[in-house]
């Protein structure tokens, strides 16, 4: 018996105590690995809570998301569900290994209860291990990754965290002292990196380099027009009412302009639509971490 044999038979162990309501259980805890969930909570977080600790939370997301995508790519391993369809109790396209869900929700969550240090013992705890854990079970569960893919994707995950926790605010002291444009050419080359290895899927780079882009201009830019020498913007500002509504023009506005996007640029069958599709997520990137803080200073809700 091979690792994957051994993986459909474990799934299908576990699927012995599927009912619909656990299914739909664990449907809803998948989605918390899901895209779309940290871009609603990282938004939160750095419009309306801590710019600072979002943005190393959106750069070690964005970094996990596009080593996943390479070696997903790279290894090419069906999904279970491809190889015995009868475990396919959810349905996700891509590859199979490592499991992006595991590794996101490793490296996410460990690396927000190390930043958060005023969260107690067990709630790091529950953070770092617990989250990470039901995730991983509800991908085997669903039938969509092999226990395997999900081992695989925590310990990616965690070495990921672990780096930058080690490494980030030495690299970031370093970078500081560069000058623009050494620092925009630093960011361009890793992008390019990650489409050279990766062509087929170039939306983490795309969103790498204008959430990167973003940060620079919020930092550097407006401290230049502004004469105190001060930021015009920080999450930390405003009232809970003024929080709620700049987080939910934000949403609508990034919401928008994606899906305004998609529509607008090449489609796949386009020779175009590489660049496009990395032009598209760093155009996203760029307006969620410096036009929408620029717009929300803008309209007074700060």
Known sequence: MDVYEWGISVIKSIQTIANPFLTAFMKGISAIGEPYFYLLFLTFLLWCVDEKKAFSLGFLQVFSGAINTCIKYTLAIPRPFIKDPSVGIGYYSGFSTPS?????????????????????RYQKFLLAFLIPLIVGFSRVYL????PTDVMLGWVIGYLISLAFMLFLDTVLTLVRRLRWSFKILIITLICIVFNEICPQDTSMP?????????SLFLKDVTVLINKKGLLPFSA?????????IRW????????????GLKFIFPTAENAWYTLFRTLR??????????????????????
């Open 281 to 302: 997520y760093m155009i996203i990137g760029f307006v969620a971490s410096y036009l929408c803080p620029v717009l929300f200073v803008k309209l007074k809700l700060t």
């Open 143 to 146: 039938g969509v990754h092999y």
């Open 100 to 120: 992006g869900h595991a590794q996101g929700s490793a490296s996410f969550w460990s690396y927000f209860a190390y930043l958060f240090t005023n969260l107690k």
């Open 206 to 214: 795309g969103l790498l380099f204008g959430l990167a882009l973003g």
């Open 248 to 259: 939910l023009i934000g949403v609508i506005f990034v919401a928008i302009l994606y899906i």
């Open 236 to 244: 930390k500002t405003g009232t809970q009412t003024q929080k709620f």
